[in-house]
């Protein structure tokens, strides 16, 4: 506020504007990304964070699309569906609505996961396809987390921890500069 206001007075208005950005932006929840290969318990970690069912979770690839965690009053699914309409549901009915949208062949570009846990408000969550699903879309989509995410979260799995496929994914990350917390 105070740069702000000097840059106002001293008549830099573009200095005064990006001023203003910083400011919104330090407002805004922290954004992190959970990745990991598939199957490394993404989604069940999202839940254990939460304390709540939230992310869905299963034996086969469930997201195959970033999923962003984020707060809101009421617990629903936003679930954005390319050339088609986007539809709302409970997150009771997110699983078997993302199933019935693959078996139709729709494309899902996102979902949007909205909860009523305090924690959402400070830091927002992406959950992410795993890094070796076989549809290589899902490779893709997890890669474009790095884009949005502010810090990262590695999942890696403890019975073959960091396999030579998981470090060049980490060594990606650390080159785009993002913090890296390996669990």
């Known amino acids: 506020a105070l740069l702000h206001a000097e840059a106002r007075r001293l ?21 992190l990304a959970v990745v990991g290969e ?29 999923h962003r965690v984020a707060w809101a009053p009421d617990a629903f699914a936003r679930i954005l ?37 305090e924690r959402l408000r400070k830091v927002e969550i992406l959950d992410t396809p795993g890094f070796n699903a076989p549809d290589p879309r899902h490779i893709e989509s997890a890669r474009g987390a790095f884009d949005e995410a502010h810090a990262v979260v590695w999942l890696l799995d403890a019975t073959a921890a960091l396999k030579q496929s998981e470090a060049r994914i980490l060594v990606e990350v650390a080159e785009r500069g993002l913090p890296i917390v390996v669990l």
């Open 38 to 66: 598939f199957n490394a318990g993404k989604s069940t970690f999202i839940n254990a964070l939460l304390g709540g069912d939230v992310a869905p979770t299963g034996v086969l690839p469930t997201t195959a699309t970033l």
């Open 81 to 117: 569906v390319h050339g088609g309409v986007d539809r709302v549901v409970p997150h009771a009915e997110l699983k078997s609505t993302l199933s019935e949208l693959g078996d139709r062949g729709s494309h899902v570009d996102r979902v949007l996961i909205y909860a009523p846990f």
């Open 11 to 31: 008549g830099l208005l573009e200095l005064a504007v990006r001023c203003e950005g910083l400011a919104l932006e330090l407002e805004r929840p922290l954004l």
